[in-house]
């Protein structure tokens, strides 16, 4: 009698456990069914290649290099990360990577689940990194770094590993995924604009600006020979009088009386 309850007991609690269990253990990111798969990888933040969600990438990289790409996040929405590197043979040592992902103002984000700096010893063949972001919320203090809607940026790269293994080949796999989309939250708030990195460069000025005709005639011709007032100036100045005062009176002190 005992044996049956005992097996219905722990079928129950079983199922009760996979009830409890959020989704985000059990769902994992699958490429999307026709998605063109990526094969280039930026260098930099402002040259990050964009890539979306379900869209492999496949990279033939070297050891050492950073590798970097974007891809934009909603409200509700929740990303995970995973990665895959394959090395060569005959490596030297053991090796340590780490995947990070950065907000449109290259704010760190912290990962909740997810091998995000494994280390692998040298006779690995490959590694898998994983990184799962927080929730992005619709709107947040300007103080706090919780992720926000716009671009994020995903950089792979090797931190620690012997030099004579610097430059070697491999080949990166990458996948983005979403694992929960809840759309805009309750909460009391939205975001004016997406944090998008600022990728267009400014003007630069090549000629000379123009001078205003009417300020260089109101200009009085006395005051453009003598300097600007500043601190420098005025300090000069104190320093000179206060070493001619005491030039005047160490050869006050020093010096010997006449005689008669």
């Known amino acids: 009698m005992r044996t049956p309850l005992l097996r219905s007991l ?7 456990g996979a009830a409890l ?5 059990l769902a994992a990111p699958t490429p999307s069914p026709g998605a063109t798969p990526v094969n280039r990888a930026g260098t930099s933040f402002l040259g990050a290649t964009p890539i979306s969600a379900g869209q492999p990438v496949r990279v033939d990289a070297s050891i050492g290099d ?3 790409w974007s891809l934009p996040a909603t409200a509700g929405q929740v990303r995970e990360v995973t990665a895959t590197v394959t090395f060569p043979k005959g490596r030297s040592g053991p090796s340590t990577w780490t995947v990070d992902v950065f907000d449109g ?3 760190r984000q912290a990962c909740t689940a997810g091998a995000q700096t494994p280390t692998v010893d040298a006779k690995a063949t490959s590694v898998t990194l994983g990184c799962t972001l927080r929730e992005v919320r619709p709107w947040a203090e300007p103080w706090s770094a919780d992720p926000l809607p716009g671009t994020y940026v995903v950089r792979l790269s090797v931190i620690d590993l012997p030099e004579p293994d610097l430059g070697a080949p491999i080949d990166v796999d990458l996948l983005v995924g979403t694992i929960a989309d809840r759309g805009s939250s309750a909460d009391d708030g939205e975001l004016a604009a997406p944090l998008v990195p600022n990728t267009k460069a400014g003007t630069v000025l090549n000629a000379v600006p123009p001078v205003d005709p009417e300020a260089d005639d109101e200009s009085d011709p006395l005051a453009d020979w003598l300097p600007d007032l500043g601190s420098r100036w005025v300090w000069t100045g104190i320093g000179g009088v206060l070493a001619a005062v005491a030039g005047v009176c160490g050869f006050a002190v020093t010096r010997r009386p006449r005689r008669r």
Do not use: C, Q
Not at 10 to 16: K, N, V
């Open 105 to 107: 103002l290259r704010r």
């Open 66 to 68: 950073h590798l970097y």
């Open 10 to 16: 722990a079928a129950l609690l079983a199922a009760g």
């Open 21 to 25: 269990l959020p989704a985000t253990a």
